[in-house]
């Protein structure tokens, strides 16, 4: 009889992807037996203190490089870089999802359940309650994400994409007001995600039928196995080519890239802000976090030079993300193709062999996300009677009304289109300069003129908030509460620090660009 030999499992290597787990199995019990008058501030707090756990955990870390869980686990420099800015995002986030003295109730619908648009909704919409299931969902999809960035097999970074992707779906349906909009954003990113998902499980079972036809070496699709394959395999490639093009599309699809971007204007609009910011941030550190491990462990060295494909969806997506950004009318959708455009700057980074590549994009990852978490912040200020005013022409004159909170949007703006001495400047330099040097020149021409175009819809909202008379519906700025202005001054000195001085986070990304294999 054989005898069945366990994994040996590294728990301290796991922790942060444990706490938080466990933060969200608590929290479901919490909903459970806490009253709900208590609920709110219990979940927030457990929710903090989870990620402020997890992320002391990944400091203890820091010099751990090893394989653990039966190898499906890589902890590394990139896992612990990434996991530790998905922690960071994370607790911005959390700190806009907790606001409540923005809105009464906060940004979510006080009963789930409610018929969007009836006399019902408008009453929940104008009262007090708020929905606490976000905090366990929220908390779920961390850990999910922790996961995503340390997979080091595609099963195991499956499981995590739906772990994280599941939760994202019901939150992007739980926004106060505009109901039907919010829950058609959410029925888009679930029937569109499961089919991205299906691509990538179909990706997986090639590219497992890849390794099993190589003769004296048995299959698997951990990254070891799946290296050694692809880098002295005699075996036909067809199935190796087929799998890791929808492995790609599974990923490009979280990474919002083009041609897989369509969900994320509509989803960006609808969901709830402060979940909108949490998925431009969190969810992009994730995506790329997996599309780096895939394709700098498992299929380096393949007979197939990928670069020129990859670089063309580069291309397409800045193109897309720039040129539709100019068309928009809503500052959510604007957004939103901001982080198309961004998603292909990116891919440039990704594109970069070499350690500096990989320490750009993991920069550019953490300085993309404290901008944007704190452009969302402000959307969420920008108020009327139904709420959050997103139109373009609301915000007309907003610099004579708002001069403070116009003057913070402006900046952020500015570094959204890569203005000196902003974050934005530093972390395209961090992904252009690698790919110059990996004589990609083409990808690096296509960055600055997208940029230039890009910087065209910024400068229109800054004119129209500074240069255009208020009208009579001109929205007002609603005082931030103590979570939603912490939030907004760790994005905003963030922004400005790491732009002016980015030296410490580049070293820091550098000495964690080695994975191990």
């Known amino acids: 009889m054989t005898e069945l030999k366990l994994p040996s499992i590294d728990y301290a290597a796991l922790a942060p992807i444990l706490i938080m787990l466990g933060a969200a199995l608590v929290g479901v019990l919490v909903e459970a037996f806490v009253p709900r008058r208590l609920r709110n501030g219990v979940q927030l707090a457990l929710a903090l203190v989870a990620v402020l756990g997890a992320l002391t955990m990944v400091i203890f870390n820091s010099d751990d490089r090893l394989l653990t869980a039966g190898q499906a686990i890589a902890v590394d420099g990139p896992t612990l870089f990434l996991q530790g800015a998905i ?3 994370a607790a911005m986030a959390l700190l806009l999802i907790g606001e409540r003295s923005v809105e009464r109730g906060g940004a979510f619908v006080a009963h789930a359940a409610v018929t969007a648009e009836s006399p019902d909704d408008r009453r929940q919409a104008d009262g007090v309650g708020g929905t606490t299931e976000v905090y366990p969902l929220v908390t779920f999809a961390i850990g999910g994400m922790l996961i995503f960035v340390a997979a080091n097999d595609l099963l195991t970074m499956f499981i995590a994409l739906e772990v994280f992707s599941l939760p994202l779906y019901l939150l992007c349906a739980l926004a106060r007001r505009r109901r039907l909009l919010s829950q058609e954003a959410a029925m888009k990113y679930f029937m569109l995600g499961a089919y991205a998902s299906a691509f990538f499980l179909f990706g997986v079972a090639l590219i497992y039928g890849f390794t099993s036809g190589i003769p004296g070496r048995v299959a698997g699709v951990d990254f070891a196995t799946v290296h ?3 880098t002295d395999s005699p075996a036909s490639p067809v199935l190796l080519f087929a799998g890791m093009a929808l492995l790609a599309i599974g990923l490009l699809f979280k990474a919002a890239a083009a041609p897989f971007h369509v969900w994320t204007p509509d989803v960006y609009q609808g969901a709830p802000t402060p979940v909108t910011g949490f998925m431009a941030a969190c969810t992009k550190v994730a995506a790329f976090g997996a599309l780096l491990r895939v394709f700098h462990v498992a299929f380096s060295g393949a007979a197939w030079d990928f670069t020129p494909v990859l670089g063309a969806v580069a291309v397409l997506t800045m193109l897309v993300g720039a040129v539709l950004a100019v068309t928009q009318t809503d500052i959510k959708r604007l957004l939103a193709y901001s982080s198309i455009a ?20 993991m920069f550019y990852l953490v300085a993309y996300g404290f901008s944007v978490l704190a452009a969302f912040a402000v959307v969420t200020l920008v108020r009327d009677a139904d709420g959050e005013a997103t139109h373009l022409s609301r915000w007309a004159g907003l610099g004579r009304r708002s001069p403070f909170f116009a003057a913070i ?6 570094a959204f289109a890569g203005i000196p001495l902003t974050s934005g400047f530093t972390s395209k330099f961090a ?4 790919a110059l ?5 083409w990808l690096v021409i296509a960055g600055v003129l997208t940029s230039m175009v890009l910087a065209f819809p910024y400068l229109r909202v800054v004119v129209m908030m500074w240069l255009s008379e208020p009208g009579d519906a001109t929205p007002t700025v609603t005082v931030p509460g103590a979570l939603t202005s912490a939030a907004l001054v760790i994005g905003v000195l963030a922004t400005l620090v790491l732009g002016v001085a980015p030296a410490p986070l580049l070293d820091l990304a550098n000495g964690a660009a080695e994975f191990v294999r």
Do not use: K
């Not at 949007?409 to 500015?414: K, M, R």
């Not at 992904?431 to 690698?434: L, R």
């Open 87 to 89: 922690l960071i995002l």
């Open 437 to 441: 040097d990996a004589n990609q020149a």
């Open 228 to 230: 050694a394959a692809v």
């Open 342 to 361: 961004n998603a292909g700057y990116l891919l440039v980074g990704v594109l970069a062999p070499s350690r500096d590549g990989l320490s750009g994009t």
């Open 431 to 434: 992904v252009f300069a690698p």
């Open 409 to 414: 949007f402006t900046f952020i703006l500015l």
